[in-house]
């Protein structure tokens, strides 16, 4: 039997914190009630997911080399204000053969004017913005799809 595909799912800083922090912002939702949410739906689509956060940048990059050293058929990233800041991030996007679906549960362009540049989008395969927690959902059934 063939192993299914794998996707990785990487959450930036302060997603750890969701569900209470600026829930007008980003919504009630804690990052663990996304995860299985997401585990669920990778069972529909004969996925497996590998699902981490980190507040380090650093840590962000060597998993999404990892993901493209394990051969992962995608990455669904939310880089979190790393996507404002980060050329490291942008460059390491840049430099993995697999593609890169970035996620903001947010629209940054409806938000302060520093969050409207997006260095990561500029890499990454797809941009999905201001959906909330479903937003991770529209990545998945897009990353399952590639």
Not at 5 to 28: A, D, H, M, T
Not at 52 to 70: F, K, M, T, V, Y
Not at 112 to 117: G, K, L
């Amino acid at each position: 039997m063939a192993t299914p595909p794998l996707i990785f799912v990487l959450n930036g800083p302060n997603l750890n914190l969701l569900g209470s922090r600026e829930p007008e912002i980003y919504g009630s939702d804690t990052l663990d009630d996304i995860a299985d949410r997401l585990i669920e739906q990778a069972g529909e689509l004969c996925v497996t997911l590998d699902i981490r956060q980190s507040n380090h940048e650093g840590h962000l990059i060597d998993w999404l080399h990892e993901a493209q050293a394990r051969g992962a058929k995608a990455v669904i990233l939310n880089p979190g204000g790393y996507s404002h800041t980060s050329v490291a991030l942008h460059d390491a996007v840049k430099a993995i053969a697999t593609p890169v679906i970035e996620v903001h549960l947010s629209n940054p362009e409806d938000r302060e004017s520093f969050r409207h540049t997006d260095l990561v989008a500029l890499a990454a395969t797809r941009l999905i913005k201001g959906e909330g927690a479903r937003g991770y959902s529209l990545a998945l059934d897009a990353a399952a799809r590639l």
